[in-house]
């Protein structure tokens, strides 16, 4: 971690602190006051926005474990969002469990699925491990919609409020803090996991695996744990955005909500703890702008079809991604990283 100039470490403990400075605590201590006192001034529509994006940076912050640190493409990571928030929707609604046991229980069962759909990593990998987890996608959806006795189906199948007591997270304000809780842990979690020996494996494994194989990796554990931390933030999210909505069903963990998974990583910068949270702020913001200016689209120019007008957040979405991977493909942090750069060597421009 670079710091600015004249500042120095005087222990091992302060070296690898992950807030260094005092600045750094301030600044941290700032932003926890916003996020805690920001529901006291915000519109329910706000809260509801944040709540969204907060689920997203959950579900991103998974996959940006196995793709951005690990190196493994997966195409199916909503299919594991969902099998999250299906398990606990199931276990919630039809066994009675309550919602802080229904998490945890979604959260391994989603966990053990993506290491039992993560084996074929160990024989493919590039185009081919996409495929794979691609066919992971179709076969999961498959089961969400046709399973009826179990997932309802098309219909969806209904997932309760969480609750403490008589205290029940049904308004958007308690529910905000209720997932910004599981949203730092969860940030925490992959911030020490990337600095962990086991970041470390995932790590020479991205860049070359056979050469992380000739150091004394075992492939075989380091790419399944992968899969299986991968699997575990999805089914956190599942179970989050699941008793969030109160009601699911398959058409929420489509083919096209994996591609904007991914979409989000790569704008907010691979292999990284930031580049999820910027990722999904900057698209679920830009996809609220959209949604917004869509109606005084359609008004300014009538000569546009329907369809046209109604898929414009998609194609803002893709012009986005072509964008970044032509001029910035390292993402929002790297820049971010810049700003940075510039205040720690100020007054010095080189």
């Known amino acids: 971690m670079t710091i600015k100039c004249g500042i120095s470490s005087e222990s091992y403990e302060q070296d690898n602190a992950i807030i260094r400075t005092k600045t750094h605590w301030v600044l941290l201590g700032l932003l926890f006051a916003i996020l805690i006192f920001l529901p006291l001034i915000a519109s329910g529509f706000l809260l509801g926005v944040l709540n969204i994006i907060f689920i997203y940076i959950i579900a991103s912050t998974g996959l940006n474990i196995l793709t951005g640190y690990c190196g493994?493409?997966?195409?199916?990571?909503?299919?594991?969002?969902?099998?999250?928030?299906?398990?606990?929707?199931?276990?919630?609604?039809?066994?009675?469990?309550?919602?802080?046991?229904a998490l945890p229980c979604a959260v391994l069962i989603t966990g053990i699925i993506g290491v039992i759909l993560g084996i074929p990593s160990l024989r493919v990998k590039g185009f081919y491990l996409a495929m794979s987890t691609l066919a992971a996608q179709f076969i999961l959806f498959y089961i969400f919609g046709h399973w009826e006795s179990v997932t309802g189906a098309y219909q969806g199948i209904s997932c309760p409020r969480p609750r403490i007591g008589n205290f029940i997270f049904n308004t958007e304000k308690r529910y905000y803090y209720l997932i910004l809780t599981f949203t730092i842990l969860a940030i925490y979690v992959a911030k020490n996991i990337a600095r962990m020996r086991t970041g470390r494996s995932f790590i020479a494994v991205r860049d070359n695996d056979l050469a992380a194989e000739m150091m004394g990796i075992?492939?075989?554990?380091?790419?399944?744990?992968a899969f299986f931390l991968a699997s575990c933030y999805a089914g956190l999210a599942g179970s989050l955005w699941g008793h969030y909505l109160t009601h699911i069903f398959p058409g929420h963990f489509d083919l096209m909500q994996s591609v904007w998974?991914?979409?989000?990583?790569?704008?907010?910068?691979?292999?990284?703890?930031?580049?999820?949270?910027?990722?999904?702020?900057?698209?679920?913001?830009?996809?609220?702008?959209?949604?917004?200016?869509?109606?005084?689209?359609?008004?300014?120019?009538?000569?546009?079809?329907?369809?046209?007008?109604?898929?414009?957040?998609?194609?803002?979405?893709?012009?986005?991604?072509?964008?970044?991977?032509?001029?910035?493909?390292?993402?929002?942090?790297?820049?971010?990283?810049i700003i940075k750069a510039t205040y720690r060597m100020w007054p010095f421009s080189y």
Not at 72 to 101: D, E, K, M, R
Not at 218 to 225: G, I, P, R, S, V
């Open 72 to 101: 493994q493409i997966s195409l199916g990571h909503a299919a594991f969002w969902g099998v999250g928030a299906y398990a606990s929707a199931i276990l919630s609604n039809t066994y009675g469990f309550p919602f802080w046991i």
């Open 218 to 225: 075992n492939l075989l554990k380091t790419k399944l744990t």
């Open 261 to 337: 998974f991914i979409g989000m990583i790569i704008v907010g910068g691979m292999g990284t703890t930031m580049g999820p949270i910027f990722g999904v702020i900057f698209i679920k913001g830009l996809e609220q702008v959209s949604a917004f200016i869509t109606a005084p689209l359609a008004t300014v120019f009538p000569m546009l079809s329907a369809g046209i007008t109604a898929s414009f957040v998609s194609l803002v979405f893709g012009a986005v991604i072509i964008l970044f991977l032509a001029f910035e493909p390292r993402g929002i942090v790297h820049r971010w990283e």
